[in-house]
């Protein structure tokens, strides 16, 4: 699993039946520490996150399919959680808690 | 998934069983400033509805020949979704 950003949505009418009435969230990836990694996935949103907070990103097929309970389904990407913290203080010669990955105060109320 | 822009078509007459009547189209994949990043690639529309400088969002590996009908076919990457729209949160933009 990947760390990310929300950063944005994405909206489609014509899409695959297995994306009607779900959220596409655009997410920058980020390394532990919560600087941006460089690039972005576009993942279907199983757990109400909302922009600006910090995720956890599953990028295999055959588990996303079984989260959404789908058998056939050309999707491979979810976010999954909602990062509260990422501590690396276990790992000796790594930079302590990482400061930037605190996800900001909840800007929409959970959705179902 | 990523975003692309729909650049070309592809016709191929001889090809893999279960990949007839299935449309391919040239993607160029971008970044989420819509910029080019990478190579581009062949996609099969899996929408039916996908046309030349059309921003669509794409699927590759094993999962793309999921969003084919018949889903054991040779098919990396294919066209799933027509975007709409791309919202950005303020603040995100580079």
Redesign the interface.
């Known amino acids: 699993m990947k760390l990310g950003r929300v950063v944005g949505t994405v909206t489609s009418t014509i899409n695959s039946p297995a994306f009607d009435d779900r959220t596409l969230l655009l997410c920058d990836l980020l390394e532990s520490s919560g600087e941006p990694a460089g690039g972005y996935v576009i993942a279907v949103d199983t757990v109400g996150a909302g922009a600006g907070e910090t995720v956890l990103i599953l990028d295999e097929g055959n588990s996303a399919r079984q989260v959404l309970g789908l058998a056939q389904a050309p999707v491979r990407t979810l976010v999954v959680g909602i990062v509260d913290n990422v501590d690396l203080e276990a790992v000796e010669g790594v930079a302590k808690r990482g400061p930037a990955v605190g996800t900001p105060r909840r800007r929409h109320p959970k959705r179902a | 998934?990523?975003?692309g822009r729909v650049i070309g078509t592809v016709v191929a007459t001889v090809k893999s069983p279960g990949l007839e009547g299935v449309k391919f189209l040239v993607v160029q994949p971008l970044?989420?400033q819509l910029r080019p990043v990478g190579g581009q690639v062949v996609a099969a529309d899996?929408?039916h509805?996908a046309g030349p400088g059309e921003l669509v969002?794409i699927?590759?590996?094993?999962?793309?020949?999921?969003?084919m009908p018949e889903?054991f076919v040779p098919v990396d990457h294919?066209i799933?979704?027509?975007?709409?729209?791309?919202?950005?949160?303020p603040?995100?933009e580079p």
């Open positions: 998934m990523q975003l970044d989420r899996a929408v509805m969002y699927v590759a590996a094993r999962e793309a020949a999921q969003a889903p294919a799933v979704g027509i975007v709409d729209a791309l919202s950005i949160l603040g995100a």
